[in-house]
């Protein structure tokens, strides 16, 4: 799914990589604990997260993940921004709740990760 | 574990590649107002078994090989394309992934699509079965020369010395309770890894068992210090810290388990799965810890002809 | 108003502890306590990663219809007590969040309004 229609889907507000919404994501990866996208989270996800700090950009970072969307309608400060737009990130904020940004991207084909079951 | 959850390299590529990655783009076309005949030469030339309907560039129809034998069955060799042809068809757009032609194929059973334009719906190839295995096959190929280029330049920084024993050296120092500043070491090590040329696997896993250990520094202890030892085989990453320790090893390293006050909690970390993620991403993790004094984790990444089992 | 028996059924979610004879009004996706202390809405099914004990003072305060932890993650021992004390239905999934989240939502449950 291309992150112009991902953007137009949620409302969203692009902060960061506005010429890249072409590029396409393949796996939806919602948490807002970034333990649980370092252990699940694939480069070609978008990362739905509630959670807002520099730790969200670091973890997104780490596992060569290229997107992010920021949920529940929490800014970015300068920093965060600036972190993003260092790291070649892609930024979206929506002001939609988790629950609804998740069965919105679901509905239009995003896919998961499918049954995880207890791998560790 | 999980076998669920586990897609090929192949049906990633499914999702990666466009049709227009892989379809034929030198397209034979024959008008509908043609007779049934001046297929002949074409199929047979060709060795083609399909071909697009065009009039004025806009697709009609398509006919089969299996069309043209049995209009030479009934002796309706003159009879014009238009009424022979499939009218009703179903094509693809060159922009969508070849993902989408995979479904299409199992779905209609068919042995080709013709691929047209999103803008203006003009053909602009066609795609078959064929098509999808060699530009899978292709893209494989230079996926596997990328990574032996990688490997190449990975071991070329150790071929360059001679020593006796030898490995670099990356050490960062990790202040206690200070979250700002999670996460400079595990990227710092990540980026310099892969500037000298690992794999990029490699450098993802090795990043996030560092990263899980460093945000473990911050949150729980006085602080601390990684050295990550770059060595000819492996990766060996040893994090220290002045304490306070941890009294039962076993039950931190079981999923789930933790110790994190809510200020952790609510920073996005602290549920239980720090410990359990790096074993996850290292090949080999040693944990020793005495109460009060401190802990010592050593984590080691193998570096090539070897892929852990996830 | 959809109940949590046919969700649990639907979605072949494990049920763990609790009654789930009841109506759901809406879902609710957070693995923050203060966030779900803050906005989450009565009745609402909440989908979390999160199985420390807290959670089951939170489901209570908000007087939530249940919880579901995803990517097969097992309650604590605590919370598994404290749900049964409370008779909060504690669900199990091994999907993660994002995919529960969207089979409940082609189910018609939404996320809460503004």
Redesign the interface.
Same mark, same amino acid.
């Given at each position: 799914m291309k992150l112009l229609e991902i953007k137009e889907l949620l409302e969203a507000e692009v902060v960061s990589g506005e010429d890249n919404l072409d590029m396409?994501v %393949?796996l939806g990866c919602a948490a !807002?604990?970034?333990?649980?996208i370092?252990?699940y989270g694939k480069p070609?996800s978008i990362l739905l997260?509630g959670?807002m700090?520099?730790?969200?950009i %670091?973890?997104a970072?780490?596992? !060569?993940i290229k997107a992010i969307c920021f949920v529940r309608g929490k800014k970015p400060d300068e920093n965060i921004i600036k972190a993003a737009r260092n790291n070649n990130l892609i930024v979206l904020l929506t002001n939609l709740p988790m629950f609804e940004t998740c069965g919105r991207l679901y509905k239009k084909g995003l896919k998961g990760?499918?049954?995880?079951?207890?791998?560790? | 574990?999980?076998n669920?959850?586990k897609t090929t390299k192949i049906q990633e590529l499914t999702?990666?590649l466009k049709i227009k990655d892989v379809m034929s783009k030198n397209v034979e076309t024959v008008s509908s107002k043609m007779p049934v005949s001046s297929l002949r030469d074409i199929l047979y030339k060709k060795r083609i078994s399909g071909i697009p309907i065009v009039n004025d560039d806009k697709l009609v129809g398509i006919i089969s090989i299996e069309d043209f034998i049995t209009c030479l069955e009934h002796g309706e060799m003159d009879a014009l394309i238009e009424d022979k042809m499939t009218k009703n068809i179903q094509s693809l757009y060159a922009d969508e992934?070849l993902v989408h032609a995979v479904i299409k194929f199992e779905k209609y059973g068919f042995g080709r699509f013709p691929v047209i334009s999103r803008k203006d719906k003009k053909l602009v190839g066609i795609i078959t079965k064929s098509d999808i295995i060699k530009g899978v096959l292709k893209k494989l190929e230079t996926a596997y020369l990328d990574e032996e280029e990688r490997r190449y330049r990975a071991s070329h920084i150790f071929n360059d010395v001679v020593a006796d024993e030898l490995f670099f050296k990356f050490q960062y120092f990790v202040e206690g309770k200070n979250?700002?500043k999670?996460?400079e070491a595990?990227?710092g090590l990540?980026k310099t890894l892969y500037r000298l040329g690992l794999s990029?696997e490699i450098v993802?896993r090795t990043?996030?068992s560092t990263?899980?250990a460093e945000?473990n520094i911050v949150a729980f202890t006085k602080g601390g210090q990684i050295i990550a030892y770059l060595e000819p085989h492996q990766i060996k990453i040893v994090i220290t810290d002045k304490g306070p320790g941890i009294p039962d090893i076993k039950k931190a390293m079981k999923?789930?388990?933790?110790t994190a006050p809510?200020w952790v909690?609510?920073?996005?970390?602290g549920?239980?799965?720090?410990l359990?993620?790096i074993?996850?991403f290292a090949d080999k993790m040693t944990l020793r810890s005495k109460v009060e004094k401190g802990t010592h984790l050593e984590i080691i990444i193998k570096l090539s002809d070897y892929r852990k089992e996830? | 108003m959809i109940n949590l028996k046919d969700i649990v059924q639907k979605l072949g979610l494990k049920v763990v502890t609790g009654d789930i004879d009841r109506e759901v009004s809406a879902g609710y996706a957070s693995?923050?306590?203060?966030d779900v202390i803050a906005n989450a809405q009565k009745d609402n099914i909440w989908i979390t990663?999160?199985?420390?004990v807290n959670i089951v003072a939170v489901a209570n305060l908000q007087e939530l219809a249940g919880i579901i932890l995803v990517n097969g993650?097992?309650p604590?021992k605590a919370t598994l007590q404290k749900a049964e004390q409370e008779n909060i239905p504690l669900l199990l999934t091994e999907l993660p969040t994002f995919e529960i989240v969207g089979k409940l939502y082609e189910l018609g449950i939404h996320g809460n309004r503004g």
């Open positions: 396409e %393949n !807002d604990l970034m333990s649980d370092l252990a070609d997260t959670l700090n520099l730790q969200v %670091n973890t970072n780490i596992s !060569d990760l499918g049954y995880l079951g207890l791998d560790m | 574990m999980d669920i959850r999702y990666e992934l979250f700002d999670a996460g595990a990227t990540k990029p993802r990043a996030i990263y899980e945000i999923p789930g388990f933790s809510g909690r609510e920073l996005g970390f549920a239980g799965m720090g359990p993620n074993k996850k996830d | 693995d923050l306590l203060s990663l999160q199985t420390h993650r097992q604590e």
